[in-house]
């Protein structure tokens, strides 16, 4: 382990499970189960989309977009597109693009979009000899035509105001950033006290349409 990167933690289960234990960051967590068929078909025609993730993974490498289509179900990966699925041929889908790796499902969150494209946001956040400091408030707009804002994928790096004054107002963008900026320091005091000897952490949060800002994974690798 470097001693400048700090302790990593790869799986992004056991980090959410100790951020839902407290009430005030559970509240920003979509619903998120570890993945088998059964709490796919539910979370799926509970939400309407769901998204599916490695447990273990960055870069936005394997996750995919489920929804329901008409009669049947649909699923984006990469940048091809399926739909009117029967259930089965969508689990045989599923298993191509998981294969034996864990899983995870997580609660589609409906971001607000500039241009028609989502944007998210990474927090990276990072401890030095005078205590936490912020690197970086930065929105990512993925590319055209796909749902993952993953710069190594194709998408956009605009500074945090910027994205939230094109997706939602400029009026709002001092408020969000304030809002990022303190629940990571709460769910940073957390996971230290979870898990000593972390030192850099990159948080990735959406702001849906209605402005509720949403924790979506936290790394310890972060880009």
């Known amino acids: 382990m470097d001693g400048n990167r700090g302790r990593e933690l790869a799986s992004k289960w056991l980090k959410t499970n100790d951020l839902l234990k407290n009430p005030a960051i559970a509240?920003?967590?979509p619903s998120t189960r570890l993945y088998s068929p059964s709490r796919l078909r539910q979370m799926v025609d509970q939400y309407?989309?769901?998204?599916?993730?490695?447990?273990?993974?960055?870069?936005?490498?394997?996750?995919?977009?489920?929804?329901?289509?008409?009669?049947?179900?649909?699923?984006?990966?990469?940048?091809?597109?399926?739909?009117?699925?029967?259930?089965?041929?969508?689990?045989r889908?599923?298993?191509?693009?998981?294969?034996?790796?864990?899983?995870?499902i997580q609660q589609g969150i409906d971001l607000a979009e500039i241009e028609g494209r989502?944007?998210?946001?990474?927090?990276?956040y990072v401890k030095t000899e005078n205590g936490w400091v912020f690197r970086a408030v930065v929105g990512r707009i993925a590319r055209r035509g796909l749902f993952v804002?993953?710069?190594?994928?194709?998408?956009?790096?605009?500074?945090?105001a910027e994205a939230i004054k094109r997706s939602?107002?400029?009026e709002l963008a001092e408020t969000k950033k304030k809002e990022m900026r303190e629940l990571t320091k709460t769910a940073?005091?957390?996971?230290?006290?979870?898990?000593?000897?972390?030192?850099?952490?990159?948080?990735d949060?959406?702001?849906?349409?209605?402005?509720?800002?949403?924790?979506?994974?936290?790394n310890t690798r972060p880009h």
């Open 27 to 29: 509240k920003h967590i």
């Open 48 to 91: 309407g989309t769901v998204f599916i993730k490695p447990v273990r993974g960055t870069g936005g490498v394997g996750v995919a977009k489920i929804g329901k289509s008409g009669k049947g179900y649909s699923y984006a990966y990469r940048s091809g597109k399926r739909s009117s699925l029967p259930f089965g041929d969508l689990l």
């Open 93 to 104: 889908a599923v298993e191509r693009i998981r294969g034996r790796k864990a899983y995870l």
């Open 118 to 124: 989502p944007v998210d946001y990474r927090v990276k």
């Open 149 to 160: 804002t993953n710069i190594c994928r194709g998408g956009k790096l605009v500074s945090g």
């Open 168 to 170: 939602l107002s400029p």
């Open 188 to 203: 940073t005091a957390l996971l230290e006290q979870r898990f000593p000897g972390i030192r850099q952490l990159g948080y």
């Open 205 to 218: 949060y959406g702001i849906d349409r209605k402005g509720q800002i949403w924790l979506l994974e936290v």
